[in-house]
RNA sequence: GGAAGAGUGGCAGAGCUGGUUUAAUGCACUAGUCUUGAAAACUAGCGUGCGUGAAAGCGUACCGGGGGUUCGAAUCCCUCCUCUUCCGCCA
């Protein structure tokens, strides 16, 4: 959520980086409603602390008078008081409406893409920041797809999956589970070789965690619900670590705070279809190491590369095919003012998958976090927030299964074959 | 799930028979005085949001969250949440 602040004081700069994500002259009139609806709120603000001030004044003086035994002018002032209380009621039934308008415009505007993001209205017009080195990989007609492995080599039950709870919820066996496992160790002893603290988190949240992040209000269709307890499923651990310290005040000395987390993924994934949802493509609950880090506003960006570094590494260690997009304007997320996409290449299925996205959310989750740092000066100031998965299972299992395939069998990579405690699956 | 008790500023802790509370006091913290330096002592400062203002400041709201009673609520009532103790159930 954007600061008023910020919109009154660089509309320009909101209006140009709203243009990457394809606003249009009309959309962007919500810009000067918003101003407009602050203007109002200001007013009605002042109006209603001026009553509340006269009311508080004259009740005090009805305590001195009843006091000094004065009843009659005590009595008398009471009915004043009344008076005011009538408008009071009113001003503060305006603020409320108008405070609930100003949040649903906020709640409309996505984040300002940063001036690397490229304009663009589908994943056609990503920028491929980083290209893949050397030739994609061919591994023949012989290839087949994870889908197929998977079944052959009895790494995946799908059928029972649905038998237990439906399609896109996976039963992994054997193998298959230990080598999800080792690449989730991998994970995580790779994050905190890099300085994150892990943290293991609870997996439902509650409503105020999912405004933090910005889940809600406008995608609670994307994730799963426990409407008894007033519980959302989360659909990435971004969503219970950014919000840790909401509604604190840390100090400078506490940045940059970094953190890793586990955990699995509950992705509701209404409207998707087709190829993309075949095998582990796309699926319903999936785990996921994710990173998260909180920052000094000056700091972000550096940060930001960081943590792509970081993620190239893992891909690196793991000798999978990757390049890495720069996503441009449409494709960016709603809080997102800057994001690179890993995508690993299939090698059976010939077609790339994304399989880690880290971003920059400046100040935009922070301020409905109100996860703010007193800077140098003393003053408050909203830290920026980054996060990014290190990595996500489905689709690098998915990897490693199809392009690592050999007539021996799929062979694990050399780097998590102290975690499996086994070379070659077959 | 049942019963009882409790949630106050960074911490501790008063206030809780409604009206000098503008939330006492102590500790911690910050600055200053003193000191060669430190400690001690003394002095001052020390929450958050919003409005207003160039600023100092002033106003307003906040004593777990929300709502209510009242001229006036930390204080009374309702409700939700959390914690503690006991009972029940249970990995």
Redesign the pocket.
Known sequence: ML???YIRENKDQIVEGLRKRSWDDDRLSILDDIVKK??E???I??????I?????????????L??SGNQEE?NA??????A??QKS?DLEDQA?ANKEALQELLFQVPNVPNTLVPAGSTEDDNEVYQDLEGALPDLGTSAKPHWELVEDYKLIDFKRGVKITGAGFPLYTGKGAKLQRSLVQFFLNEAEAAGYNEVNVPFLVNEDSGRGTGQLPDKEGQMYAVPL?KFYLIPTAEVPVTNIHRNE?LSTEDLPLKYTAFSPCFRREAGSYGADVKGLNRLHQFEKVEIVQMVHPSQSYDVLMTMVDHVEGLLKKLELPYRILRLCGGDLGFTSALTYDFEVYSAAQKRWLEVSSVSNFETFQSNRL?L?F?NED?K?ELVHTLNGSALALPRIMACIIENNQTGDGIVIPEVIRKYTGFSIIN
């Open positions: 600061q008023v602040p602050d203007d709120r200001k007013n603000q002042t109006e209603l602390d001026t509340l001030s006269q009311i508080n004044a004259i009740s005090k003086s009805i305590g001195d009843f006091k005590a002032r009471k009915s004043e008081v009344q005011l209380k009621s409320k307890d005040i109100k703010r007193k003393g408050k």
